[in-house]
């Protein structure tokens, strides 16, 4: 079995426990395509079986999250989990909000929360900031596609649309928003609406997968890789099937490649016309 579950975790429930479900239900292994805080629910892509074999194709895709930051409080987590370091800040206007945007937008550098899975010295960040450790992260650099200000409410939370990059932490952004209008905010509410081309729209809630019609969500690999495909038959198939290059006419590039049964084989890649398999997924 082999195939994508676009799950829509539940706020509250670990990614973990979400694949775990998957797993149980499909009797095979899983994984899934980005983590999302427990906090946080929305789109969570999980892979069953050899699609987790593709995780490297969705490393770059965009990702858009509904967030809710928080003004005025400050927690050690950069999120209203955790606890709180100081409170009765300002709370900037709409106005001064829109105004700062365009400066976090772009390829930014951001330091990652100390309440994340960075590694420090083989130990989870999360875990020597729990334990009370001094350290420090280093910035790294991601890309901010686009800040939108949705609403505001409850007086000190402003909503917002965020797109951006993998490897983007929205709860930094808070932070660093906040810091640019010179006061303090943390992340009080997340929902992500699209990873790739995954979106919450056909997303499924694992609390309504059961065995009867948990093949009925399953997405197959290659209805969502944007390549071109190739078909090959006779002796190519023989050849490129056990490995062999083969000259082709097909430009540079990636390719979904499909054996003479028309078959979802894996992923091909050309290179000055020699085309090899570059992933095989059946």
């Not at 079995?1 to 899983?30: D, Q, R, W, Y």
Request: aromatic share 10%.
């Amino acid at each position: 079995m082999t195939g994508f579950i676009n799950v829509n975790k539940a706020a509250g429930a670990s990614s973990a426990k979400e694949v775990a479900v998957i797993k149980k239900l499909s009797h095979t292994p899983c994984g899934h395509m980005g983590t999302l805080d427990p906090m946080a629910d929305g789109v969570l892509p999980v892979a069953v079986g050899n699609a987790a074999r593709l995780f490297d194709y969705f490393l770059q895709k965009k990702k858009t999250y509904v967030a809710t930051f928080r003004f005025g409080e400050d927690y050690d987590t950069l999120d209203t989990t955790g606890s709180v370091i100081k409170d009765g800040g300002r709370v900037p206007s709409e106005v001064e909000i829109r105004a700062v945007i365009p400066s976090l937008v772009g390829e930014v550098m951001q330091v990652p929360p100390k309440y994340s899975a960075k590694n420090v010295n083989g130990k989870r960040g999360y875990e020597l900031a729990r334990s009370g450790v001094e350290f420090e992260l280093p910035p790294k650099k991601v890309l901010i596609e686009q800040i939108k200000l949705l609403s505001r409410q409850n007086g000190n939370e402003f909503v917002f649309e965020i797109e951006c990059g993998g490897g983007t932490y929205i709860r930094s952004i808070a932070r660093d928003m906040a810091k640019s209008l010179g006061t303090f905010a943390a992340m009080s509410a997340l929902t992500r609406t699209k990873s790739g081309i995954f979106t919450i729209e056909n997303s499924v809630r694992t609390s309504g997968l059961t065995a009867e019609n948990f093949q009925d969500y399953l997405i197959p690999c290659d209805s969502v890789l944007p390549y071109d495909s190739i078909y090959v038959q006779g002796r190519e198939a023989k050849k490129v099937f056990n490995g062999v290059p083969l000259q082709c006419e097909y430009g540079d590039g990636d390719y979904k490649l499909y054996n003479e049964e028309r078959n979802f084989y894996g992923i091909a890649s050309v290179r000055g016309g020699i085309l090899k398999v570059r992933t095989k997924l059946c």
